[in-house]
């Protein structure tokens, strides 16, 4: 695949100065030319999920992602672990994502920032999940970059050259994936 690639980028935080949600707006600034990187903003929107609308029924919010999702060519996503596990809020977007098959064989990773020694039981959980759904997961892709105290800017973003280098390489394992999938 040598043309240009959407990568969906999804937080697992809806709190206001998330280092999850900086680590993704910062990996869309250093993305190859040839990524387009789409930060999913519907995470808060999405209803609760209930089997008895993922069909004829579905919430436009859930519609809108599963459309996010299969427009893209990769998923890459950065979550917070809270009480040992994945927030709810993202478990319930994963939720609404068995249904429709939108990742199946969709190449995904994610990017753990918590502090080492943490966000393990988060990455579990997520890895369980989308091996559930059929996502293609990218080991090589997949990393723990805690983001030191301070290093989330004013304007979101993460200003640690250690967690920039090492997003360089999570876009070329990314890249790397997708070229020999194509």
């Known amino acids: 695949m040598s043309d240009s690639v959407r990568v969906l980028l999804i937080s697992g935080s809806t709190r206001n100065g998330s280092a999850n949600t900086a680590a993704l707006v910062t990996a869309a600034a250093l993305a190859p030319q040839r990524v387009t990187p789409v930060l ?15 069909g004829d029924l579905l919430p436009a919010a859930a519609a809108a992602l599963r ?16 009480a040992g596990t994945l927030p709810g809020s993202l478990k319930n977007l994963l939720d609404w994502t068995v249904g429709g098959g939108e990742m199946n064989e969709k190449p995904a990773a994610w ?10 039981g988060a990455t579990a959980t997520l890895a369980s999940v989308l091996s559930y759904v059929g996502a293609d997961v990218i080991d090589s892709a997949c990393r723990d970059i805690p983001v030191p105290k301070g290093a989330v800017t004013p304007d979101g973003t993460v200003s640690d050259p250690g967690f920039t280098a090492t997003v360089a390489d999570i876009w070329g394992a ?9």
Request: net charge negative.
């Open 40 to 54: 999913y903003g519907g995470l808060a929107d999405l209803p609760a999920f209930n089997p008895d609308h993922d």
């Open 67 to 82: 459309g996010e999702i299969a427009a893209a060519n990769a998923v890459l996503f950065c979550t917070p672990e809270y």
């Open 111 to 120: 990017i753990n920032v918590a502090n080492p020694g943490r966000g393990g």
């Open 174 to 182: 990314v890249l790397r994936h997708l070229d020999g999938a194509s």
